[in-house]
């Protein structure tokens, strides 16, 4: 089984540019989360989705939102990038998002904001 | 609040050595699971060994185990024979059942194995 891929590995944007990532997970499962990580603040929960629909949404701005396809493949979107939004997004997916699923990262997404 | 605290930032074994990293969590809820997760260099984040906590016997994963206290909020990975693949980051990290898609990580411990 393939694995969780992400789309683009890199990306170089300026502030005030919008950016989408795309996560795809493995074939099967149907809950996608992500994560940003950075050497400040660490690994941090962004959102997840089930079934299209946003199931839990970690503290971060509204600038911050994500969607998920009827094949469970999901994009997240980061409109009017500051500088602080360097970071790498990782997502992961799951079964279902049950409670005690294991979930399966990607290789995740390098954003640098100039 | 629900927190993850991973002491040691840094640590360093020799090849065939044992290593234990040390994580103590913090949460109110009864029912969770707990996780150890490595990312070696290229980034890929990897399970490495998970624990539920109302099971009471430790896990463990080929020379992977966890020494899990439940009532002092400990959960230490102990790396037997380490070897030069295990050079990670390594993540302790718990979920809930309130919130079962959100893991909550600790800052991580770099493991560097050595010659």
């Known amino acids: 089984k393939a694995g969780v891929t992400q789309t683009p590995r890199y990306l170089i944007k300026t502030r005030g540019q919008q950016v989408t990532l795309s996560c795809s997970p493995i074939s099967g499962h149907r809950s996608v989360s992500w994560y940003q990580q950075t050497p400040g603040q660490g690994l941090q929960f962004l959102f997840e989705y089930f079934s299209e629909t946003q199931r839990n949404k970690g503290n971060f701005p509204g600038r911050f939102s994500g969607r998920q396809f009827s094949n469970s493949r999901s994009e997240m979107n980061v409109s009017t990038l500051e500088l602080g939004d360097s970071a790498l997004y990782l997502c992961?997916?799951?079964?279902?998002?049950?409670?005690?699923?294991?979930?399966?990262f990607g290789p995740g997404t390098r954003l640098l904001v100039l | 609040a629900q927190t993850v605290t991973q002491s040691q930032p840094e640590m360093s074994v020799q090849e065939a050595e044992t290593v234990t990293l040390s994580c103590t969590y913090d949460t109110s809820e009864s029912n969770y699971y707990l996780f150890w997760y490595k990312q070696p260099p290229s980034r890929q984040m990897i399970l490495v060994i998970r624990q539920e906590a109302y099971k009471q016997q430790n896990a463990t994963e080929n020379r992977f185990s966890v020494n899990f206290q439940k009532a002092a909020k400990s959960f230490s990975l102990k790396i037997s024979d380490s070897q030069l693949g295990d050079t990670a980051m390594y993540f302790c990290a718990f979920i809930t059942e309130k919130a079962a898609s959100k893991l909550t990580f600790g800052t991580g411990t770099r493991l560097q194995v050595t010659l």
């Open positions: 992961a997916s799951s079964l279902n998002g049950a409670f005690g699923e294991t979930q399966y």
